[in-house]
């Protein structure tokens, strides 16, 4: 059998193969719901027989949105639209996960289709904060410093967010602390200016995440998957790099963590990144091949026999797909035939195979 199609066990979550649907905002909620728009798009996925769908970026705060029409999970009224999903999900076969985020200095954007610039407070934006007062670019607004105060509360927003997806259904969590958002934020020393117990050494500098994973685990069933996704490196002299990515990873694994998913960038603007096929698989195998924990690998992956290949060399152990997933919903049925399994359709689409 392809590796791509073998199954993965995490704790008590089996998934049916190794293709992950990775999280990817669609800036279609309001006020936090999740509507149709989601069912069919996490949906649809599902049907197309990936054993894995992570839903989006989740704010755990109204402020930690990266738009006004991300997905969130701040109160309890959200929880009924994503059960509705999480149950869709869960009868096709496929396991439901949720990212959750806080987007710190870049929050309050556009919508990417308007632009996805800054809002400003007349435009539906709001203040945004950060580890320190630096903005990303000349184009966001200034945030504010958090406080002790603000960090221990955003802690517990994580916490609460937590609680919320498993009454939702979802059967994993992702914490997200990559991309230039908030825990991302504190990693680097060229965002993270502070002289406090969050600032400054290594060990500070994660701080904010190893307490938001403590909360977490209090409310998250032990025998739960979490994972974390990271930017390995910022791809900058003096920024967040792969050896402390290398050194977080094993703190995370002690800690309980059971998978990173290993990404770069987005915390410094107009950083030149080296794109090409499976361009973050060298973190990913670094990681793994240093920790012992498991790693998904993501970015510019496109096709079945790369993300096969992947597998074999023992790089990864789980394949994220993302814009390949919005080309295609039904990428794993195409990717067993390109690699000649024979795996289980929907019924109701039986009729169609070759």
């Not at 990817?24 to 990936?50: I, K, P, T």
């Not at 096709?92 to 990417?112: D, E, F, T, W, Y």
């Not at 916490?159 to 259904?169: C, D, I, L, P, T």
């Not at 002299?237 to 290398?246: K, Y």
Request: glycine share 8%; net charge negative.
């Amino acid at each position: 059998m392809a590796k791509l199609f073998s199954s993965f066990k995490i704790k008590s979550v089996q998934l049916k193969n190794r293709i992950v649907i990775s999280p990817m905002c669609q800036y279609s909620a309001e006020d936090g719901f999740a509507n149709d728009w989601h069912l069919v798009h996490l949906g649809s996925r599902a049907v197309g027989g990936a054993g894995l769908i992570i839903a989006e970026a989740c704010a755990v705060s109204p402020e930690g949105r990266i738009s006004p029409y991300d997905i969130g999970l701040w109160k309890d009224e959200h929880i009924p639209n994503l059960k509705r999903i999480t149950t869709f999900i869960e009868a096709q076969g496929s396991v439901p996960a949720i990212q959750l985020a806080h987007a710190g200095r870049k929050a309050s954007c556009a919508q990417p289709w308007k632009g996805g610039e800054m809002l400003h407070k007349e435009e539906g934006g709001w203040q945004t904060v950060a580890p320190t007062a630096i903005h990303f670019n000349e184009k966001y607004s200034m945030p504010i410093s958090l406080n002790i105060e603000g960090i221990h509360k955003l802690v517990e927003s994580f916490k609460a967010a937590a609680k919320r997806a498993f009454e939702a259904g979802f059967k994993i969590i992702e914490i997200h602390a990559a991309h230039g958002y908030l825990i991302h934020e504190f990693f680097s020393p060229l965002s993270n200016q502070r002289m406090d117990a969050y600032g400054g050494s290594f060990q500070n500098r994660i701080r904010f995440l190893c307490e938001v994973v403590t909360a977490v685990q209090e409310v998250w069933p032990a025998e739960l998957p979490l994972f974390v996704r990271i930017s390995a490196t910022d791809w900058v002299d003096g920024g967040w790099n792969i050896d402390e990515s290398v050194e977080l990873s094993s703190i995370l694994k002690e800690m309980g963590i059971d998978l990173i998913d290993c990404s770069s960038g987005g915390n410094i603007s107009n950083v030149r990144i080296p794109l090409s096929p499976g361009y973050h698989v060298p973190f990913s195998k670094k990681i793994k091949e240093a920790t012992g924990i498991s790693t998904a690998a993501v970015g510019l992956i496109t096709d079945a026999q790369q993300a096969e290949t992947i597998l074999l060399n023992e790089d990864a152990d789980l394949i994220l797909f993302a814009r390949e997933s919005l080309r295609n919903p039904y990428f794993p049925l195409n990717a067993a035939s390109a690699l000649n399994e024979k795996i289980d359709w929907p019924i109701q689409y039986d009729r169609a195979k070759k």
